[in-house]
């Protein structure tokens, strides 16, 4: 079955790696804290179900997803540890949330009204975590700076906590900018303790309270409080843009997206490639054409602008990438006397590459990994393929 899946274009998600980050970030952790690992948006294109059982085997104590629906698939696949859903709370998904026993992110009071009346017409429960805005202004209670504001915003979160079939398990903020604002990074964790604090003289506590991911827990001991939050890092990248550089941490990437080269192209000078005719080749040249495209999640924007691994040599993307292929300059490795053919590999994507598309395509890694589609399959290293 792995030949027919990797006839094409494919990811290859090598999970011994996935585990020693784990094991690398659970030691930079305050030991009383729990181990949040993040699975969203299919484990940031790794694949959800075998991340988050990988993640519960090694020891996680939470996973977080972006939607109940996320959760619900994790727990129909086996996973029985906490879920911690950080979208918004949909009230039309009350009930599943409860059936699934999913806790869920909180942050405005309408919000949890409406979903304590849907779960209570039922008699049943969920855990929920109260979000505090203190500078993301996504979601969240917005901590204002006026003492005045600060009683009236403790007193709705109050009445959240209080209300019928919730049970307020957690509290929790996000950084904006824990990469490279330290002085804003800290006037949030000052504000989001500051709410605890005024919360707790309401004789509201709580058993969980988070509020670094990543980075933040990275550089910010302080901030690891009662659990931190993993994300990019667990997959192998320290930095949003620039990969591991400068890292001492030994993260090693999980992900590689590799295509079998179709056909090998001699074309004359003077030929140009692809839709709209953007490269004109100036010498003779040997091309190898890729079934990989935008399609498969190669950015289109990366055409004439990126290059692909053939036998270990950079060779250049020539013209626009296409829906389902793309066209890659391998005339080099013919002067190199190194003989491309049909149905060699190239390795499109992997733990050099990925921080290099990003910086091409004007975005950072957490797209560059979400971006593989549906129809390139997952092929987990050292680990049962299901099908």
Same mark, same amino acid.
């Not at 993301?136 to 079939?165: H, Q, V």
């Given at each position: 079955?792995?030949?027919?899946?990797?006839?094409?274009?494919?990811?290859?998600?090598?999970?011994?790696? @996935?585990?020693?980050?784990?094991?690398?970030?659970?030691?930079? &952790?305050?030991?009383?804290?729990?181990?949040?690992?993040?699975?969203?948006?299919?484990?940031?294109?790794?694949?959800?179900?075998?991340?988050?059982?990988?993640?519960?085997?090694?020891?996680?104590?939470?996973?977080?997803?972006?939607?109940?629906?996320?959760?619900?698939?994790?727990?129909?696949?086996?996973?029985?540890?906490?879920? @911690?859903?950080?979208?918004?709370?949909?009230?039309? @998904?009350? @009930?599943?949330?409860?059936?699934?026993?999913? *806790?869920?992110?909180?942050?405005?009071?309408?919000?949890?009204?409406?979903?304590?009346?849907?779960?209570?017409?039922?008699?049943?429960?969920?855990?929920?975590?109260?979000?505090?805005?203190?500078?993301?202004?996504?979601?969240?209670?917005?901590?204002?700076?006026?003492?005045?504001?600060?009683?009236?915003?403790?007193?709705?979160?109050?009445?959240?906590?209080?209300?019928?079939?919730?049970?307020?398990?957690?509290?929790?903020?996000?950084?904006?900018?824990?990469?490279?604002?330290?002085?804003? *990074?800290?006037?949030?964790?000052?504000?989001?303790?500051?709410?605890?604090?005024?919360?707790?003289?309401?004789?509201?506590?709580?058993?969980?309270?988070?509020?670094?991911?990543?980075?933040?827990?990275?550089?910010?001991?302080?901030?690891?409080?009662?659990?931190?939050?993993?994300?990019?890092?667990?997959?192998?990248?320290?930095?949003?843009?620039?990969?591991?550089? +400068?890292? *001492?941490? +030994?993260?090693?990437?999980?992900?590689?997206?590799?295509?079998?080269?179709?056909?090998?192209?001699?074309?004359?000078?003077?030929?140009?490639?692809?839709?709209?005719?953007?490269?004109?080749?100036?010498?003779?040249?040997?091309?190898?054409?890729?079934?990989?495209?935008?399609?498969?999640?190669?950015?289109?924007?990366?055409?004439?602008?990126?290059?692909?691994?053939?036998?270990?040599? &950079?060779?250049?993307?020539?013209?626009?990438?296409?829906?389902?292929?793309?066209?890659?300059?391998?005339?080099?490795?013919?002067?190199?006397?190194?003989?491309?053919?049909?149905?060699?590999?190239?390795?499109?994507?992997?733990?050099?590459?990925?921080?290099?598309?990003?910086?091409?395509?004007? *975005?950072?890694?957490?797209?560059?990994?979400?971006?593989?589609?549906?129809?390139?399959?997952?092929?987990?290293?050292?680990?049962?393929?299901?099908?």
């Amino acid at each position: 079955m792995n030949d027919y899946l990797m006839s094409r274009t494919w990811a290859e998600i090598n999970l011994d790696n @996935l585990a020693e980050n784990f094991k690398i970030l659970r030691a930079k &952790l305050n030991p009383k804290s729990k181990f949040l690992a993040v699975c969203k948006a299919n484990a940031y294109g790794h694949g959800i179900i075998e991340c988050a059982k990988k993640f519960q085997d090694l020891g996680a104590d939470y996973i977080a997803v972006a939607s109940v629906i996320e959760g619900a698939e994790l727990r129909e696949n086996g996973i029985t540890i906490p879920i @911690l859903c950080l979208g918004q709370a949909n009230p039309d @998904l009350a @009930l599943l949330t409860a059936e699934y026993k999913i *806790t869920q992110a909180v942050g405005d009071l309408e919000n949890g009204e409406k979903i304590s009346k849907i779960i209570s017409a039922k008699n049943s429960k969920i855990k929920i975590h109260v979000k505090i805005d203190t500078g993301m202004s996504r979601t969240g209670f917005y901590w204002p700076d006026d003492e005045n504001e600060k009683l009236k915003t403790a007193g709705e979160i109050k009445k959240l906590c209080e209300l019928p079939s919730l049970e307020a398990e957690g509290i929790f903020t996000h950084f904006a900018a824990a990469d490279d604002d330290k002085n804003f *990074t800290r006037l949030q964790l000052k504000k989001f303790l500051d709410a605890k604090e005024k919360l707790s003289a309401l004789k509201i506590n709580f058993k969980i309270s988070h509020a670094a991911a990543s980075v933040g827990v990275l550089n910010y001991p302080e901030s690891h409080l009662d659990m931190g939050r993993f994300g990019l890092v667990l997959y192998g990248y320290a930095d949003t843009e620039k990969g591991n550089e +400068g890292s *001492t941490l +030994g993260l090693k990437p999980v992900m590689k997206v590799k295509s079998k080269i179709t056909a090998v192209r001699k074309l004359p000078a003077g030929t140009t490639i692809s839709y709209g005719r953007t490269f004109e080749l100036k010498r003779d040249s040997l091309i190898a054409v890729l079934p990989v495209g935008y399609a498969d999640g190669l950015p289109r924007n990366l055409s004439n602008n990126f290059s692909v691994k053939i036998h270990e040599n &950079l060779c250049p993307i020539l013209g626009r990438i296409c829906m389902d292929m793309c066209m890659a300059d391998v005339t080099d490795l013919k002067l190199k006397n190194i003989n491309v053919k049909p149905g060699d590999i190239a390795t499109i994507l992997d733990g050099d590459l990925i921080p290099t598309a990003a910086k091409n395509a004007g *975005t950072i890694i957490h797209e560059i990994l979400c971006n593989p589609s549906q129809r390139v399959p997952r092929i987990f290293i050292n680990y049962k393929l299901k099908i």
